[in-house]
C-alpha cells in the first residue's frame, strides 16, 4: 500500500514544521487528547499555562491563574500581576489555539487500532501466502477463509482513513478555535482548573518584593550571644522571585543588601521638615513597618500642618516607591455621613489586597471621620468588599493608614478604642514660598533606591525595637483628641466616675465646673445649652474608673434633673480656689 499509517500528517496549513523537540512532543501528546471542546481548550490552556506546566517540559512554565472575585493573573517574572484588561492572559489564549493546529503530529492510532493493524499484517502473510485466487481450486473452506483475511487486511487502510479524519477533524477545530468568542469559552472553561483564593495571595506578611528579588524579614541568633541564653534579632535576605511566593506586587525599585546607596536630597528635606530626631526616626520605623504585611500595631497616622509643610512630598515619594503595594484613596472613603448599605458595592474598598500602605489626603475642614470603619481597617480582623457586579469576598489587612491635611477630621467617637488608634505627626515647619523648590519631587525620585534602602532599615528597627511613638507625637494626637470632644476631656480630667448612685452632681454645678475647667485649660467652652446637650449624650457612654473598670453614669430626673454615679473633682467645684489636683 502507498499509505503510511505511521508517517507524520501532512503540514497543517500554515505550513508549521514538525516539531522534534521530545518535550514538545510529550506536550503536545498531552494536548491531543482533550477532546475538541471548550472544556478541552480549557484544560489545553491550564497544560500549557496553568499549574500542569511544570509536569510539562515543553510548557512555558505556570505563569496563569484566575483569583476569584478578582480576575486573571500573570506572573510577569516578577510578580502575579492581575490582568486588568486583558493585554496578559489574551495573547496565551492566542498562543494555545494557534497550537492547537499542531496536535495533528500527536494524533496516530489508538492501541486497539494498533491491535487491528498487527492483525491485518498477519492476515496480508497469509493473503500472500495462498497466491492468487485463480490459482487456487475451488474449495468452499478455503474461499471463505480467503474473503476473511480480505476483510481483516482491508482495516489497514479503514483506520488510516480514520486517523486522517481526526487530524483533518483537529485543523478544524483549530480554526474555530481561534475565534473570539472561542476564545472566550477557553477562558471561561479554563478558569475553575486555573483557580486561586485572595486568601491564598501575599500570605507571607514579612515578605517584600522589589526588582532586585524578594526581601525576606527573617529573625536568627545573634552570633555573639550566649548559647544558654540565646538573643535574636532581624535581619533582611534577598532571595530570587519566585511564583509560588504568590506575590501580587512589587516595590518599583533595586536593593542590594551588601550596598549603602546615599540619598543626600531626601535626608535633607526631611531634616528640614521634621526637625525633631524622635519625629524622623518614629517616621523612619513607621515606613519600614509598612513593607511588612504586620498590622499588630492597629494604628492609623494623621499627618497634619498647613501648606508647604513637606507631608504631602513625603507620603508621595513613599506610595512611589511601594508602587502597587501604595493605595491612594479619596478622603470620601474614610470621611463624611453617609453609610453604606450592608449589600452596597465596595470598590475603593476592594482595592486593598496585598496592599501595605494606604494613602488619603486633604479633608474639608470639620469633616467627620467614619470612626467605626477606621475601628475596623485597623483591627486586623477580615473586611468583607465587592467590586462593582461582583459577589463579596474577604479581605485580610496587610495595610496600614496615612490621612493628611490641613484640618483635622472630627472624631465624634471619644472612646479609647479610636483614639488609641488615631496618632497625629505635627508637620508644623513651614517653607517661605521663596525658598520652595518646584523641582523637588524629582530630585526625591532620583534617589529612591537610597530611600528605599532607608525604608529597609526602618523595617529591621521597627521588628527588634518596635515602634515607639515619641512625646511629641503623643502630646499632639492628646491635644487632638481633647479638641475633639471637650465634654470627654472634662469627664476625665475634672471628674471622678464610680457607677455609686450615692455620688451625683446637678447639671448646673457641671456646667460650672466645666467653664472652670475650660478656661484654666484652654478646652473649648460651649454655652450651657450645648453644654446640657452634649453632656447628656456622653453620660450614656462607658467611662473608667479610679480602680481601671467601666463605670455608668445614669441621669435621674426625680423632681431635679441629676447625674448619678461621678462627682466632681474637689479643685473643680464652684468654690473651690481651682489648680491641678489630677
Not at 102 to 118: G, H, K, N
Not at 415 to 427: A, K, Q, T, Y
Not at 463 to 491: C, H, M
Request: proline share 6%; charged share 30%; glycine share 6%.
Amino acid at each position: 500500500m502507498d499509505f503510511d499509517i505511521h508517517s507524520d500528517p501532512d503540514q497543517p496549513e500554515d505550513g508549521a514544521p514538525s516539531p522534534s523537540d521530545a518535550a514538545q512532543d510529550a506536550l503536545l501528546a498531552a494536548c491531543a487528547a482533550e477532546p475538541e471542546t471548550d472544556i478541552g481548550n480549557g484544560r489545553r490552556l491550564r497544560r500549557r499555562y496553568g499549574d500542569l506546566a511544570a509536569k510539562h517540559e515543553g510548557a512555558a512554565s505556570w505563569i496563569a491563574i484566575s483569583v476569584a472575585h478578582i480576575g486573571w493573573h500573570v506572573f510577569d517574572g516578577m510578580r502575579w500581576k492581575e490582568d486588568e484588561d486583558g493585554s496578559l492572559i489574551r495573547p496565551l489564549a492566542h498562543e494555545t489555539a494557534e497550537a492547537i493546529r499542531r496536535e495533528v503530529f500527536a494524533i496516530t492510532t489508538t492501541p486497539e487500532e494498533r491491535d487491528a493493524l498487527a492483525a491485518a499484517e498477519v492476515a496480508q502473510a497469509a493473503l500472500d501466502a495462498m497466491g492468487s485466487a485463480k490459482a487456487v481450486l475451488p474449495d468452499p473452506d478455503k474461499a471463505r477463509q480467503r474473503k476473511d483475511l480480505e476483510e481483516a487486511a482491508s482495516l489497514t487502510k479503514l483506520i488510516a482513513e480514520r486517523v486522517a479524519g481526526r487530524r483533518s477533524s483537529r485543523i478544524r477545530h483549530a480554526k474555530s478555535t481561534a475565534g473570539s468568542s472561542k476564545l472566550n469559552n477557553m477562558l471561561e472553561e479554563g478558569r475553575p482548573y486555573m483557580s486561586r483564593k485572595v486568601q491564598d495571595l501575599n500570605t507571607n506578611r514579612l515578605l517584600v518584593n522589589c526588582r532586585s528579588g524578594t526581601i525576606e524579614f527573617a529573625r536568627v541568633e545573634d552570633e555573639e550571644s550566649d548559647p544558654d541564653d540565646p538573643r535574636f534579632r532581624w535581619e533582611a535576605k534577598l532571595r530570587p522571585h519566585d511564583q509560588t511566593d504568590m506575590i501580587t506586587k512589587m516595590a518599583e525599585v533595586e536593593w542590594d543588601p551588601a550596598g549603602k546607596p546615599e540619598c543626600p536630597e531626601f535626608r535633607k528635606f526631611l531634616t528640614r521638615s521634621q526637625p525633631d530626631p524622635e519625629i524622623r526616626l518614629f517616621l523612619k520605623r513607621f515606613c519600614g513597618y509598612c513593607l511588612t504585611g504586620l498590622t499588630v500595631e492597629q494604628v492609623m497616622l494623621f499627618f497634619y500642618g498647613a501648606g508647604r509643610n513637606g507631608k504631602s512630598t513625603f507620603v508621595d515619594l513613599i506610595c512611589h516607591i511601594l508602587a502597587d503595594y501604595a493605595v491612594t484613596l479619596s478622603i470620601d472613603s474614610f470621611s463624611g455621613e453617609n453609610k453604606r448599605g450592608g449589600a452596597e458595592a465596595t470598590p475603593d474598598l476592594a482595592r486593598l489586597p496585598g496592599a501595605r500602605l494606604v494613602a488619603a489626603s486633604e479633608p474639608e475642614a470639620n469633616v467627620k471621620l467614619k470612626d467605626a470603619l477606621i475601628k475596623t481597617l485597623t483591627g486586623g480582623e477580615k473586611i468583607p468588599v465587592r467590586r462593582l457586579h461582583k459577589d463579596f469576598f474577604e479581605v485580610d489587612p496587610q495595610f496600614k493608614i496615612i490621612l493628611s491635611g490641613n484640618h483635622k477630621p472630627r472624631i465624634d467617637d471619644d472612646s479609647d478604642g479610636i483614639w488609641r488608634r488615631v496618632i497625629l505627626v505635627p508637620w508644623m515647619i513651614q517653607i517661605p514660598k521663596a525658598e520652595v523648590d518646584p523641582l523637588l519631587p524629582q530630585k526625591l525620585r532620583k534617589e529612591v533606591a537610597g530611600v528605599f534602602a532607608w525604608m529597609v532599615e526602618g523595617a529591621l528597627d521597627y521588628l527588634n525595637y518596635g515602634l515607639e511613638v515619641p512625646k511629641a507625637v503623643r502630646d499632639a494626637s492628646q491635644e487632638y483628641r481633647e479638641e475633639s470632644d471637650p465634654i470627654g476631656t472634662f469627664i476625665r480630667q475634672a471628674c471622678i466616675v464610680t457607677g455609686e448612685a450615692t455620688d451625683k452632681e446637678t447639671p448646673l454645678d457641671l456646667f460650672m465646673a466645666y467653664e472652670r475647667f475650660a478656661d484654666a485649660e484652654g478646652v473649648f467652652k460651649f454655652n450651657n445649652s450645648t453644654f446640657a446637650k452634649r453632656f447628656a449624650s456622653s453620660s450614656r457612654r462607658s467611662w473608667e474608673g479610679t480602680d481601671g473598670q467601666m463605670k455608668q453614669i445614669a441621669k435621674s430626673k426625680s423632681g431635679t434633673t441629676v447625674y448619678l454615679g461621678l462627682r466632681i473633682k474637689p479643685n473643680w467645684l464652684p468654690n473651690s480656689s481651682g489648680g491641678d489636683d489630677r
